[in-house]
């Protein structure tokens, strides 16, 4: 839990909005005053979008931001060991050079801010916004 206050609390890099949302209704308002009022849950490929991840907490309390600058969303189609898939979002961060140099990303692929982008699986219960293109 302190964790998750933690986060919460926190303020958001240069070029990020974000909300803690402790309902699907708080997380739509912040999709709307992103993206615009008409704005509707659908999987596509865009460049500006909100990702909304769970966080642990006594019940439910989604981080959600949206990060400035070129980001690449992809639906994905994963493969289990015993042949089983499943369809996946995958998010690329292009550019990371305003990240803390101390997040555990930069540790796992051993490179430093701005050296190269980081992509990562949203689990299946976080949830990726995207505008409605028309």
Not at 16 to 42: I, Q, Y
Not at 61 to 79: A, D, K, M, P, T
Request: hydrophobic share 35%; glycine share 8%.
């Amino acid at each position: 839990m302190e964790y998750t206050l933690t986060l919460c609390e926190v303020e958001p890099m240069e070029g990020e909005t974000k909300v803690c949302a402790t309902s699907l209704e708080s997380m739509l308002d912040f999709a709307r005053a992103t993206f615009g009022l008409d704005t509707r849950p659908k999987e596509i490929l865009a460049p500006k979008m909100i990702g909304c991840h769970t966080l642990p907490y006594p019940y439910v309390v989604y981080f959600c931001h949206s990060q400035e600058g070129e980001n690449r969303l992809f639906e994905i189609s994963l493969g289990g060991e015993n042949g089983d898939r499943v369809q996946a979002i995958g998010v690329c961060h292009m550019d990371t050079s305003k990240w803390d140099p101390d997040s555990p990303s930069f540790r796992v692929l051993k490179i430093k801010p701005g050296t190269g982008p980081v992509c990562h699986i949203f689990p299946a219960d976080n949830i990726v916004w995207v505008p409605l293109i028309s």
